[in-house]
């Protein structure tokens, strides 16, 4: 059984922080946070490919900062100074190493968490 879970949503008020953890049943190779507000297209927010290259959305670059722990087979998301169009459901997504994995050249994103609330207001 592969599954991402995702955990610390929650709602904060304007500059306030949180951090989102995804925790996966494998080893990460390629991962990426994004959202989706209401009404609007599902946006990257960050991402990370297998040698821990990130890139960060220009929304969100120098507040949010994505990075993995590979002994966890974790993906976090710490998200700073946050506002009120920061306002979202938040998924987190990857590739996972596991049997018969052959690496892309591109992310594929083959696996979703559920999703988590941020509400900033």
């Known amino acids: 059984h592969v599954q991402l879970v995702e955990s610390g949503g929650g709602s904060v008020q304007v500059g306030g922080s949180l951090r989102l953890s995804c925790e996966a049943s494998?080893?990460?190779?390629?991962a990426g946070w994004f959202r989706q507000a209401p009404g609007k297209e599902r946006e990257v927010i960050a991402t990370?490919?297998?040698?821990?290259?990130?890139s960060h959305a220009d929304s969100v670059k120098g507040r949010f900062t994505i990075s993995r722990d590979h002994a966890k087979n974790t993906l976090y998301l710490q998200m700073n100074s946050l506002k009120p169009e920061d306002t979202a459901q938040y998924y987190c997504?990857?590739?996972?190493?596991?049997?018969?994995?052959?690496?892309?050249?591109?992310?594929?994103?083959?696996?979703w968490g559920q999703g988590t609330q941020v509400t900033v207001s």
């Open positions: 494998y080893r990460l190779h390629c």
């Open positions: 997504a990857a590739d996972l190493i596991w049997d018969g994995f052959i690496p892309p050249p591109n992310c594929s994103y083959n696996y």
């Open positions: 990370i490919d297998s040698d821990g290259v990130t």
